[in-house]
Nanobody, 124 residues
Framework: QVQLVESGGGLVQAGGSLRLSCVAS????????MAWFRQAPGKEREFVAA????????DYAASVRDRFTISRDNAKNTVYLQMNTLKPEDTAVYYC?????????????????WGQGTQVTVSS
């Protein structure tokens, strides 16, 4: 049974940084892509960043490019999201997701597995 467990969320002032972690278990993730999505109150879940497990190819939403960095540690089965220069509009629940289709995909419905989410709150 695949499990994705996020951690690292919290309250931070605007301009600050946080690092989210997602520990994946339950299968071999070779050939998978891992992603971070976020959902603010009253809004749809939106793509933030993704990385392919084997090659490490990455892609980002325009709103976070140059501020956020996604990475993975294959030995630890862990995906990270380093978030710098945080803004109040980054406030949301952040979810880790995984899918076994080819390459980076951008829509939530294309992902098969989800974590429980971790809250990130950025104060102004």
């Amino acid at each position: 049974q695949v499990q994705l467990v996020e951690s690292g969320g919290g309250l931070v002032q605007a301009g600050g940084s946080l690092r989210l972690s997602c520990v994946a278990s339950g299968r071999t993730f070779s050939g998978y892509a891992m992603a971070w999505f976020r959902q603010a109150p009253g809004k749809e879940r939106e793509f933030v960043a993704a990385v392919t497990w084997t090659r490490g190819n990455t892609d980002y939403a325009a709103s976070v490019r140059d501020r956020f960095t996604i990475s993975r540690d294959n030995a630890k089965n862990t995906v990270y999201l380093q978030m710098n220069t945080l803004k109040p509009e980054d406030t949301a629940v952040y979810y880790c997701a995984a899918q076994g289709r080819a390459g980076v995909l951008f829509h939530a419905q294309q992902y098969d597995y989800w974590g429980q989410g971790t809250q990130v709150t950025v104060s102004s």
